[in-house]
T-cell receptor
Framework: DAKTTQPPSMDCAEGRAANLPCNHS???????VYWYRQIHSQGPQYIIH???NNETNEMASLIITEDRKSSTLILPHATLRDTAVYYC??????????????FGEGTQLTVNP | NAGVTQTPKFRILKIGQSMTLQCAQD?????MYWYRQDPGMGLKLIYY???????DKGEVPNGYNVSRSTTEDFPLRLELAAPSQTSVYFC????????????FGPGTRLTVL
């Protein structure tokens, strides 16, 4: 699986967009980019995933560069409840791929009032 | 749907004691996982299962056992508890190939003294 690199921490003002970067320069053509977050003391929560195209759902947008070597998770209007550790994971979506879904250290996003 | 449920929420064990962490899901997911998370660290996979009757080791299986007799339940057994097993344990499930979008339970906080 491709290794990912994320900044250890970021700050964002409430109501502003939070842009969380992730580098995955060794990503393969069949590997997806997934984002999860973990609010303190809770189980991780799935946010979004994508392969090549940009994706948007009710929680966030995912922008993947054309060469797929990096991506950005965008929370359009961050709230205090978005304060969490955000994990970027690159993984092939095959039958047992979830068996080795590896969470690194992630990015601690702090949304300030 | 209750999603993924875990019991107990908290537990303190003495060294050498044994216990079973319970996990159940009502989403009819084939895939289930056990992770542990040490303070300030990412999640590490202990065991996983791709269906009833099928289990396999993850990254850190030593000191643990699992069984999967039904689709819904995936208990984790700790034998001869050690201080190194002090951690937060998360159970997760997924539909399999359709998504690495794992659904996590609330976690069990275990302390071994």
């Amino acid at each position: 699986d491709a290794k990912t690199t994320q900044p250890p921490s970021m700050d964002c003002a409430e109501g502003r967009a939070a842009n969380l970067p992730c580098n995955h320069s060794t990503i393969s053509g069949n590997e997806y980019v997934y984002w999860y977050r973990q609010i303190h003391s809770q189980g991780p929560q799935y946010i979004i995933h994508g392969l090549k195209n940009n994706e948007t759902n009710e929680m966030a947008s995912l922008i993947i560069t054309e060469d797929r070597k990096s991506s950005t998770l965008i929370l359009p209007h961050a709230t205090l409840r978005d304060t969490a550790v955000y994990y970027c994971i690159v993984r092939v979506a095959r039958e047992t791929s979830g068996s080795r879904l590896t969470f690194g250290e992630g990015t601690q996003l702090t949304v300030n009032p | 749907n209750a999603g993924v449920t875990q019991t107990p929420k908290f537990r303190i064990l003495k060294i050498g004691q044994s216990m079973t962490l319970q996990c159940a899901q009502d989403m009819n997911h084939n895939y289930m996982y056990w992770y542990r998370q040490d303070p300030g660290m990412g999640l590490k996979l202990i065991y996983y299962s791709v269906g009833a009757g099928i289990t396999d080791k993850g990254e850190v299986p030593n000191g643990y056992n699992v069984s999967r007799s039904t689709t819904e339940d995936f208990p984790l057994r700790l034998e001869l508890a050690a201080p190194s097993q002090t951690s937060v344990y998360f159970c997760a499930s997924s539909a399999g190939l359709a998504g690495l979008s794992l659904f996590f339970g609330p976690g069990t906080r275990l302390t071994v003294l």
